[in-house]
């Protein structure tokens, strides 16, 4: 399944990883072995140094595995959240519209 990792790093910790030089390829290292589909960085909307991951995830026992170097090496917060792309929201298509031909008159 499609898998978007929120990504956020304390000002604190990440300072140490900058000096320490835990950055660059020991975190290179980490987001390699998750294969991405695509990786943006960014600072969060607390200021903290932050990351969006776009990976898939072959079965829910693997978070532990994924989220524990960025907790160990990072002091990081993690979110998971299955994505669609385009692609498979086209297929979405014929489940969307099962939903609101048996649900819309529920709502109304």
Do not use: C, H, W
Not at 14 to 37: C, S
């Amino acid at each position: 399944m499609r898998m978007l990792m929120q990504i956020a790093i304390p000002v604190a910790a990440g300072n140490k990883a900058a000096q320490t030089g835990a950055f660059g390829e020991p975190f290179q290292k980490i987001l390699d072995a998750l294969k991405p589909e695509a990786a943006y960085f960014t600072a969060t909307a607390n200021g903290e140094r932050g990351g969006f991951v776009v990976f898939d995830m072959k079965d829910p026992s693997e978070i532990p595995a994924i989220a524990e170097p960025f907790f160990l090496n990072y002091d990081a917060r993690i979110t998971f959240a299955p994505v669609m792309n385009t692609q498979d929201l086209a297929k979405a298509g014929p489940g969307i519209e099962k939903a609101v031909k048996e649900y819309r008159k529920a709502i109304a």
